[in-house]
Structures are given as structure tokens and as C-alpha cells.
């Protein structure tokens, strides 16, 4: 169906729930590492501009469970430049796909490359915040 570009975390419980989706879905898929990715403000902008900071950080990255960083208090830039200082702080997964720059599973504008799957099971709640899989710790 189309060419998806996937940045995740590996491992992620979730990240792996919702690359099913899209390969089920007959889509094609290249898994970039979003923590190894070198990111930039002009890679990185076109999947979060005019986004306030609580929307475009991870909730789960190690920083702002500690209460660290609290997204609610930045300013965009400084937002952006933490997460570019340590990716683990951008919200997953950015995907690209056919010229759109999408940021979060649940955007409506992924609804063509979906197949079948009817939104019902819940790919962006971690199941286990516990987990390593899931919780960020690297």
C-alpha cells in the first residue's frame, strides 16, 4: 500500500503492536531507531510545529517521570532542544508516509494506511509502565 518510515524505541511493546498494524495493513516499513537517529530542529519540526510541549514530549522518558523536566513549564525551543540533546524525550513514533510527517499512532490522517484495524485495542497505553520494554530506562 505505501512506504512508511517507523522511528521508534526497539522493543517497545507497543511500538511493536502498532508496526503489525501497519504491516498487516499491507504497508511496507523501514524501523528507524529514533534514541540513534541524529535529529536536527529542521528534521525534527515538521512532526511537532505549533504543538505545545506536553503534546510532542514522551510522558514515560525517565526525565519527566522524575518530575526532572516538566514539559508543561517549557517553552517550544527549550522543548526542542531537549529532545534533540536526548531523543528518549520525543513522543513515539514520528512516521513518515507519503509526504505527511506524523507524530503519535492515534493521528487520523494514518487512518488510509491502517487496513482493517478498528482502533479498538488500545497501542498507546504501555501495558507494563515496569517494563523495560516500555519504560524508557535507556
Not at 505505501?2 to 522493543?11: L, Y
Not at 531523543?87 to 490522517?109: A, C
Request: aromatic share 6%; with cysteine; proline share 7%.
Amino acid at each position: 500500500m505505501a512506504f512508511i518510515q517507523f522511528f521508534e524505541k526497539p522493543g517497545c511493546i507497543n511500538g511493536e503492536k502498532q508496526k503489525n498494524i501497519l504491516i498487516e495493513a499491507g504497508n511496507a516499513l523501514e524501523c528507524v531507531n529514533i534514541l540513534e537517529h541524529t535529529w536536527s530542529r529542521e528534521e525534527l519540526a515538521p512532526f511537532i510545529t505549533k504543538k505545545e510541549p506536553s503534546l510532542i514530549m514522551n510522558h514515560t522518558a525517565p526525565a519527566i517521570k522524575k518530575g526532572e523536566i516538566v514539559p508543561a513549564d517549557l517553552h517550544y525551543d527549550e522543548a526542542v532542544s531537549l529532545m534533540i540533546e536526548n531523543p528518549i524525550l520525543i513522543k513515539r513514533p514520528l512516521i513518515r508516509v507519503d509526504g505527511l510527517s506524523i507524530q503519535g499512532f492515534m493521528d487520523e490522517r494514518l487512518t488510509p494506511y491502517l487496513g482493517s484495524w478498528d482502533g479498538q485495542d488500545d497501542v498507546v497505553t504501555c501495558p507494563n509502565l515496569l517494563s523495560i520494554s516500555c519504560d524508557d530506562s535507556k
